[in-house]
């Protein structure tokens, strides 16, 4: 069985129509910027595999390895999908990296995982962060990338919610003009 019709029987219909049109995009994405458009296609397909399913299954999935995990085991579910994944037969350790990272974010030299982390940020029908999807559709990838986690971190921190580390981490990573002062 391939892997769409695996991901198609354990999502909700709009969960899966959300993850084709991440998929295709962090496929442009991929191609508009020198990276592999297969990979990115792939993990597009994969990231939200585990996004529907219960707590207690993500939990017994993924073990929560920190404080923020234990109170939101929904932040559980890229690390569940990557060991799905890795159950299916996936072996392509940037595939799961982007997999695992596009909850928390990734470290920049990971090219697929800014690509899917992109593309589930500013896929069309989510509304919103049209300009981030644009200038990465025009080979900036790492400026997108930048700001949608810039986004992503003051959003978090407005409503008093602490990042997830890898979060932070990723954002630390990230150091340059694009960043609007904290
Ligand atoms: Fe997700």
Redesign the pocket.
């Known amino acids: 069985m391939d892997f769409l019709e695996r991901v198609r029987q354990r999502v909700k219909p709009e969960r899966f129509a959300h993850i084709l049109r991440v998929a295709e995009l962090a496929a442009a994405i991929a191609r508009a910027n020198g990276l592999d458009p297969d990979k990115a296609y792939l993990a597009g397909i994969l990231?939200?595999a585990a996004?529907d399913l219960s707590p207690e299954e993500l939990v017994l999935l993924a073990p929560p390895e920190n404080e923020v995990e234990r109170r939101h085991p929904l932040a559980l579910?890229?690390r569940a999908a990557r060991r799905m994944a890795q159950e299916w037969g996936v072996q392509d350790e940037e595939v799961l990296e982007a997999i695992e990272g596009?909850?928390y974010g990734v470290d920049p030299a990971q090219g697929i995982g800014m690509a899917l982390y992109v593309a589930?940020v500013s896929e069309p029908g989510r509304g919103v962060n049209h300009e981030i999807r644009q200038r990465a559709l025009e080979g900036r990838l790492l400026e997108a990338y930048q700001e949608a986690v810039a986004c992503k971190v003051n959003y978090l921190q407005s409503r008093g919610i602490e990042p997830h580390p890898r979060t932070q981490a990723a954002y630390a990573a990230l150091q340059g003009p694009p960043f609007p002062k904290a």
């Open positions: 990231h939200d996004r579910h890229g596009h909850v589930d």
